[in-house]
């Protein structure tokens, strides 16, 4: 489970067929019709063999995998910032959102709460970050909310890999979140740029 920033949807202005490679896309012939995109999509995986799309980053991995149609944006290719559960709660603390937790009532911050946690005879419980984390917020207000986490904490000092029995539970590197607070702020700047809210979800 992730969670993921980037710029409040926009209508598509027309469709591709893509691997997901973001210059493959990019490079990709446009539909002005889903379902001609998805046609062509189909057709195209149901080839016996199929050479690797102009642009693919992966061009071992992707012709294995089905083509797709997507939505072009009316921007071009959309930056987007992706975080495990785990990493989402710490960032989402620091930009100043409350954490919803998930509908059974399990805490979203039980991993930094220590593990394991105990239970009554029945073994050891290892618990998952949850994050119910949803919103859309402008550009500049966004932006905003980076720059006071960045001002208000300057420096990560990262946490250690935990390792329960066979489960290994990964920890984040210290800097982690001015990193990623960083790059946060360069989509703020983009949808600035174009006018768009910065979402998540």
């Known amino acids: 489970m992730t969670v993921t920033f980037t710029a409040a949807h926009r209508p598509a202005v027309g469709y591709a067929v893509s691997c997901g490679?973001?210059?493959?896309?990019?490079?990709?012939?446009?539909y002005g019709d889903y379902r001609d995109a998805l046609d062509a999509?189909?057709?195209a995986t149901a080839a016996p063999t199929r050479a690797p799309l102009p642009g693919c980053d992966l061009p071992e991995v992707c012709p294995e995998y089905p083509l797709h149609a997507e939505e072009v944006d009316p921007d071009g290719a959309v930056p987007w910032v992706e975080f495990s559960n785990v990493n989402a709660v710490g960032v989402l603390e620091a930009l100043g959102f409350s954490l919803q937790p998930d509908p059974d009532g399990a805490a979203c911050d039980a991993l930094e709460d220590g593990l394991p946690l105990d239970t009554d005879g029945a073994g050891t419980v290892i618990p998952i970050a949850v994050v119910n984390a949803c919103g859309e917020l402008a550009a500049y207000d966004f932006r905003g909310r980076v720059?006071?986490?960045?001002g208000l904490a300057p420096d990560d000092p990262g946490t250690p890999d935990l390792r329960l029995g066979r489960t290994l539970l990964l920890g984040r590197p210290a800097g982690y979140l001015q990193r990623r607070?960083?790059?946060?702020?360069?989509?703020?700047d983009w949808c600035a740029a174009r006018g768009r809210d910065v979402a998540w979800y």
Do not use: F
């Open 21 to 30: 490679c973001p210059e493959a896309t990019e490079r990709a012939p446009r």
């Open 41 to 43: 999509a189909v057709r």
């Open 147 to 150: 720059l006071t986490a960045l």
């Open 181 to 188: 607070l960083h790059e946060l702020h360069a989509l703020a």
